[in-house]
Each structure stands twice: as structure tokens, then as C-alpha cells.
């Protein structure tokens, strides 16, 4: 079908569909439950609590055909140039799987190899050594994917480390995180991949004067020359390349962090979980494709119901840092408002993303999810199995989760307005079996498919992030100001500026 009429099939579904209730959804079609679920490994996702329907699905699977969807994964894997502003591939799938064809994505997946074998020796040595403690230091996708990973995957720590993070330039953050530690028994890994980055530059300095030297820096960077000027002896130094993007980096050496925690063995699973996505992504038809169908929906979600943010409730303590990690993988691949080939997409894309661990965050915003006036699209994400023997607790934890997914769907009606829930809020709701690397890992390839998956959808480029740049240049103007040397500033951050020198 031709695109415009596309459109149009999609326009007259929301329109069909604007009144309609989940309740009455599930209702009338007693296999939804079932036909809306897709599993895929350790992951099933149930999407039987959207608010969509079987030939809304279908149009939605036209309009993925129409834009190529399985050429644009295909051309993601093989190594296309997807990133067009910076005219470079971003072949984080070469990172753990072979699936790219053709020479790029081949020196790809070898020089990953290579980097890793160098990763598991260096895990080696400092597990032989007197080290107690690793700081990394990162920010952006330097540090959001480890902190997740290693906070995720604590049960699969053997404690031979203690891994601490700091990424903020707040001196408070890395004042408390060195507070109590050995310099004689602590390393720290730079990662950067500029080695440009003001505040891991600025703590990484910090700390190496700390450490006393670089004899225990390790550094992880795409700019090798400039991590070794800083004082990283080469050997120390791990590669990372410009073709992986920052937020799509933990499975490089970015993940030092991560081995370090978990260990090579613990690595190599979370990056099979992801392998084993990156497979199903690539060759799963569209109907059945769940990275495909997760960024459908939150396209129909954005589009079609106008919904403006998305929120994600891991219900399970471990993934706590879900939340500002995929803040950084949905809101910095999809936050523009220009297409690759310059037009305005006409339709809105990012939404915000934010959320926080159930069931503790029941207690906090929930409130504004089941009576705000704003419809807020969930993720909830369980767990089946959990890794402590604390039976009670978990039943309560998944008894609470799937009671938030039902009640945000179906509503309550009462005869006191206070008391009515007006429900309709949808959600998706995945399960994985357990929490392990491996499924850790195909959760989390999961979203990086669907995020690409939805900037085919909106023409829009994932991979670059133009907008962080006016407010690191303007900081930069603004810092001889704040030392007293020359004025820079409008004249509110001048007056501002005043204010703070004022009261030094
Ligand atoms: O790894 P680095 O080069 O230090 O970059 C760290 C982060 O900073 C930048 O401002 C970008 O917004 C992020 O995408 C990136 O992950």
C-alpha cells in the first residue's frame, strides 16, 4: 500500500480507537491474552493491555514494511552508515554477534574480539592482584550501562570486587565515593569514549593524583592517544571505536566494570542474551518481531493516542537504574525534531521517559498514573524466579505488579468521583524467567531494537545527539566568567553570575 494511504489507515484507526476501553478490548477477543504475548528466549512481553487491536497491529505492520524495517536491521547489522550526521555505521550488535555481513561489520566483530581477549586479561591480573576496589569513572553512556548492569546483576558477584561509580562533576560525588577507600588497594578505569568529556577528565585527574600515579589507571577510550598522554600506560589502555555509540556501549570494554563484577564468564552470557535478540530482530518476520512490535506500539502510543511520556516500572529492586538508562537510550537516539534528510517529521516523536522501581514507587507518582489527567503508557517489568529464598515477599512483589498493570488498565468506576479510577492507561508488561546476565542482556538489546526501530519509523537518526553541544560550549565561556576573568552570559546568567560571586 502506498504510504499516504497508509497514513490514512493509521489516522482512521485512531480515530476508531480513540474511545475504545482496554477492558472491552479484552473482552471481546477472549485469545488476546495469549495472541498479544510474544516470547522470545527468557523474555515474554505481554501487549494485551495496549490499546490497540489486531488490524491496528496489521496496519502497523504495513507501515514497518513500508519503511523497510527488516532492510533497515539488516543494514544496522551489516554496518550501513545509519549514523548520517557523522557518516558512520553503529555496529553495537558486531559487539556479540557475527550476524553483519560484509567487511565492515567483519573487522567490526574481530577488533571486538581482540579487545575483549586484551578485557580478560586485564580482569585477570588485577583479580591476582591486591586490589580491593574499582572506581569507574564516566558519564552519559560511559556510565549508565555499567552502573545498571553491575547494580543488576549483584547475585552473580562473587565480591572479589567492590565496584564504585562516579560520572557527576559534583566534587561531592567523587569526595563520598574515594571516602574509605585505599589508594594502594583501588584502580580506576577512565572511560571515555572522546576522552574529551570535561567531567570524567576533571574526576579522572582527581583520582590519579589520589592513586598516586597511573600505576593502578586503566582507561577505556576511542581516543587512545589522549588517554595515554593523560597518564594510562598503554597497556592499561582498552579500545572502543566510533562506530559504537556511547549509549550503546556496554558491551564493549566500556563493560570493564561490568567483568570486573561478574566476571569473563558473567560478560559472555549477557552478551549471548543479547546475540540471541540481535538474531531474533534481524530474522523474526514483522508480526512476530517483539523489538518491532515494542516500538509500534510506542509509536501508536506518541502518535496515534498522543500520549507524551512513557514510563518504565521494573518491578524488581535490581533494576533500579532501568529507568535512567533507558532515559539515556530512548531520549538521546530519539529527541529530535528533525528527519535525516533535514525535514520536520510532522509527527511528534521522543517521548519523555522516566519511572522508578515497584513497588516502591507505588507509594510516590502511582497516584498521578491512576487519576492524573495525563495517560502515562507503562512497562512493567517482572521477574518470575527471584534470587533469594524470601517466598513471601516475592509473591507480594508480582501479586503487586500484575494488580498495578490490571487497575491502570480496567479502571474502577464509583459512585464518588475521588474514587473513581478512569483506568485505560496501557501497558506492556514483560516477564523474564530470572534475572541473569543472559536475560539481562536480551532486555536490554530488546530496547536498543526497538529505539532504532522507532527512528526508522520517524526517519529520524539514533545515533547522533547534536542537541548536548550548545550547552557544553556555553559552559565552557562560562567558566573564566565564574573565576572573575572577563563577563560571558545574557543578562540573566550575568546577573546570576553576580549572585554566585556575591556570595562565594
Ligand atoms: O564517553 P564520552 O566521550 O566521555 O561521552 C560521554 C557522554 O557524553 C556526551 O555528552 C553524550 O551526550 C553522551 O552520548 C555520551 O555518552
Do not use: C
Amino acid at each position: 500500500m502506498a504510504g499516504e494511504a497508509l497514513v490514512r489507515q493509521f489516522l482512521d484507526h485512531a480515530e476508531r480507537l480513540a474511545g475504545a476501553r482496554i477492558p472491552d478490548l479484552v473482552a471481546e477477543d477472549p485469545a488476546r491474552a495469549a495472541s498479544m504475548a510474544l516470547r522470545v528466549g527468557p523474555v515474554y512481553a505481554s501487549f494485551a493491555r495496549q490499546r490497540i487491536d489486531a488490524p491496528t497491529l496489521a496496519t502497523l505492520g504495513e507501515l514497518a514494511g513500508h519503511v523497510r524495517l527488516s532492510l533497515a536491521l539488516r543494514a544496522l547489522v551489516d554496518g550501513a552508515e545509519v549514523n548520517a550526521s557523522e557518516g558512520r555505521p553503529a555496529l553495537h550488535t558486531a559487539l556479540r554477534s557475527d550476524l553483519g555481513r560484509g567487511e565492515v561489520a567483519g573487522r567490526a566483530h574481530a577488533d571486538a574480539l581482540a579487545a575483549r581477549e586484551r578485557m580478560a586479561g586485564l580482569v585477570a591480573s588485577l583479580r591476582e592482584s591486591g586490589v580491593t576496589d574499582v572506581v569507574n569513572i564516566g558519564i552519559g553512556g560511559s556510565d549508565l550501562g555499567p552502573r545498571l548492569v553491575v547494580d543488576a546483576l549483584k547475585d552473580f558477584n562473587d565480591g572479589r570486587f567492590r565496584v564504585h561509580f562516579v560520572s557527576n562533576v559534583d566534587g561531592s560525588e567523587v569526595q563520598h565515593a574515594l571516602r574509605g577507600l585505599d589508594p594502594a588497594r583501588t584502580a580506576a578505569i577512565l572511560v571515555s569514549k572522546s576522552f574529551g568529556t570535561q567531567e570524567t577528565l576533571l574526576n579522572g585527574a582527581l583520582v590519579r593524583d589520589w592513586l598516586g600515579g597511573g600505576e593502578r589507571l586503566y582507561a577505556v577510550s576511542a581516543n587512545v592517544p589522549a588517554a595515554e598522554a593523560f597518564g594510562v600506560d598503554p597497556a592499561r589502555v582498552l579500545p572502543m571505536w566510533d562506530w559504537v555509540g556511547g549509549r550503546y556501549s556496554l558491551w564493549s570494554a566500556v563493560g570493564f566494570a561490568i567483568a570486573l563484577a561478574v566476571g569473563m564468564d558473567g560478560f559472555e552470557a549477557l552478551l549471548a542474551g543479547a546475540a540471541g535478540m540481535d538474531a531474533h530482530a534481524v530474522e523474526a518476520p514483522l508480526d512476530a518481531n517483539l523489538p518491532i512490535r515494542h516500538a509500534l506500539v510506542a509509536v501508536w502510543n506518541r502518535n496515534a493516542l498522543g500520549l507524551p511520556t512513557q514510563a518504565v516500572l521494573p518491578y524488581d529492586q535490581r533494576l533500579a537504574h532501568l529507568p535512567a538508562y533507558l532515559q539515556q537510550l530512548v531520549m538521546e537516539s530519539l529527541g529530535k525534531s528533525v528527519r535525516s534528510d533535514g525535514r520536520a517529521p510532522g509527527v511528534a516523536t521522543v517521548p519523555v521517559v522516566w519511572g522508578g522501581a515497584g513497588t516502591t514507587a507505588q507509594h510516590s507518582f502511582f497516584q498521578a498514573l491512576h487519576q492524573g489527567t495525563d495517560v502515562v503508557p507503562a512497562d512493567f517489568i517482572g521477574v518470575v524466579r527471584p534470587a533469594h529464598g524470601y517466598r513471601g515477599n516475592h509473591d507480594a512483589l508480582l501479586a503487586n505488579l500484575l494488580a498495578q498493570a490490571e487497575s491502570l488498565g480496567n479502571g474502577h468506576a464509583a459512585d464518588d468521583p475521588q474514587k473513581t479510577y478512569p483506568g485505560n492507561r496501557p501497558s506492556t508488561l514483560f516477564l523474564l524467567d530470572e534475572l541473569t546476565p543472559h536475560s539481562l542482556g536480551a532486555l536490554l538489546a530488546m530496547y536498543e531494537h526497538s529505539v532504532y526501530a522507532q527512528s526508522v519509523l520517524w526517519g529520524i537518526n539514533a545515533f547522533d545527539q547534536w542537541g548536548v553541544e550548545l550547552g557544553k560550549r556555553i559552559a565552557g565561556e562560562l567558566l573564566p566568567a565564574l573565576r572573575g576573568e572577563g563577563e560571558a552570559g545574557d543578562v540573566v546568567t550575568r546577573a546570576l553570575l553576580e549572585e554566585i560571586r556575591a556570595r562565594r
